[in-house]
Each structure stands twice: as structure tokens, then as C-alpha cells.
């Protein structure tokens, strides 16, 4: 069965720290793709990267970078140089399969809230 | 501007009170979806549209129904809410599966 765990409830930071948050997922497909959305205060969800299961490349964009490991079943976000406009909760998550065969369903993690303080 | 547009953003309602929560996507995506999001529960799948006139059912589709008409709209309809129905809702949409899936600005429905 498919399941994404997000270990971190909360994390707080002060400005200008790295922080990590962690997101472990498991499927048995082959075919997969993960992802990373932020939802701020104000309450919508911002789509931040999407990885498929054949792609091990970490990526950077900005003060954001991903680390996919399939060995480990992780695929974790680095902010680096956190500012307070990153407070908001985080939320990883999986969808599987391809076309034919998926209903497009994005089983999410439970979110880890991230605060800044100045 | 490209954009899953919902309404209302807040809506309060009595129980029994049927009511029907909008979707429109400006993009010509074929996959529509609803979800629900609960505290401590994240977000779950309600319905899901593969394209015109093809729906199916999510994870927690009791108490709920779509329509899928035409390709720009996918409105989710209670029928006879309940309290247990309170909670945001977010409508999303794709070109096709698995691509970046975009959200609307989501819906806080509370049902006394």
C-alpha cells in the first residue's frame, strides 16, 4: 500500500539557518512520482517540484534543493538560508503508476510545519 | 492567468441544506480532482475526473457527488451535508495524470 510519512510535526528555526524536512514513502510500483507542495497561512497549496521514480537527480532551485533516494525511500527538501516568508507547512506526496493504470491519486504525508522567527 | 478557480471560499451550512462547491480551470486540463483536508488527517481523495463525462470515486467519496460536463468545470455537489463534512476543500487539475497538479485556493465549509 502506498504511504508517505512526514516524521517532523513541527520545526522551528531562526532566519538564516538550513533546515531539512524529511518525507518517506513506500510503494510497491516501479513507476512513481513525488512531490512537494507549501501551504502558507493564507491556506492554498503552491506546487513546488515533481520527481518521477526514474529520476535519482537531486535538484536546486534557488534556496531549495531535493534529495531523492531510492535506496532509502526519501526524497527530502533542504531550505537553505530559511527566511521567514518559508514559514508555512510542507506537505510530501506520492502518486502512482502511469496513465492507464492510476487514478492520479496523491497520497500525502501529514505536513511538517516549518516556522521561522526573525 | 492560469488558475483553478473555487467558489465560495467560505461557506457556513446547515445539516440537510444541499449545496454544490465550484471548479473551473482555465488551462484545458483533462484530469479534475477533489480533495478534503482534515487536521490530522492531511489530504484525501474525494473524486476524480479523467476527462468529459468519465468520473470515479477517491478515497472518501460517501456523502458526495460530481459532474464532469465539460471540460473547464468539475463542481462537487453535498447533497444532504453533515457535520462530519466540515473541512477545507481543495479542487486540483492537470494536463494528465502525474504532471504538476494545480490547486485552487481551496473552500472551509462548516456544516452545524
Known amino acids: 500500500a502506498q504511504k508517505v510519512t512526514q516524521a517532523q510535526t513541527e520545526i522551528s528555526v531562526v532566519e538564516k539557518e538550513d533546515v531539512t524536512l524529511d518525507c518517506v514513502y513506500e510503494?510497491?510500483?516501479?513507476?512513481?512520482?513525488l512531490f512537494w507542495y507549501k501551504q502558507p497561512p493564507s491556506g492554498e497549496l503552491v506546487f513546488l517540484i515533481r520527481r518521477n521514480s526514474f529520476d535519482e537527480q537531486n535538484e536546486i532551485s534557488g534556496r531549495y534543493s531535493w534529495n531523492f533516494q531510492k535506496s532509502t525511500s526519501s526524497f527530502n527538501f533542504t531550505i537553505t538560508a530559511s527566511q521567514v516568508v518559508d514559514s508555512a507547512v510542507y506537505f510530501c506526496a506520492l502518486s502512482e503508476g502511469d496513465y492507464g493504470g492510476s487514478q492520479g491519486n496523491l497520497i500525502f504525508g501529514k505536513g511538517t510545519k516549518l516556522s521561522v522567527k526573525p | 492567468e492560469a488558475q483553478v478557480t473555487q467558489n465560495p471560499r467560505y461557506l457556513i451550512t446547515v445539516t440537510g441544506k444541499k449545496l454544490t462547491v465550484t471548479c473551473s480551470q482555465n488551462?484545458?486540463?483533462?484530469?479534475m480532482s477533489w480533495y478534503r483536508q482534515d487536521p490530522g488527517l492531511g489530504l484525501r481523495q474525494i473524486y476524480y475526473s479523467m476527462n468529459v463525462e468519465v468520473t470515479d470515486k477517491g478515497d472518501v467519496p460517501e456523502g458526495y457527488k460530481v459532474s464532469r460536463k465539460e471540460k473547464r468545470n468539475f463542481p462537487l455537489i453535498l447533497e444532504s451535508p453533515s457535520p462530519n463534512q466540515t473541512s477545507l476543500y481543495f479542487c486540483?487539475?492537470?494536463?494528465?495524470?502525474?504532471?504538476?497538479?494545480?490547486f485552487g485556493s481551496g473552500t472551509r465549509l462548516t456544516v452545524v
Open positions: 488551462m484545458n486540463h483533462e484530469y
Open positions: 510503494t510497491r510500483d516501479t513507476t512513481y512520482y
Open positions: 486540483a487539475s492537470s494536463p494528465i495524470l502525474n504532471v504538476d497538479y494545480t
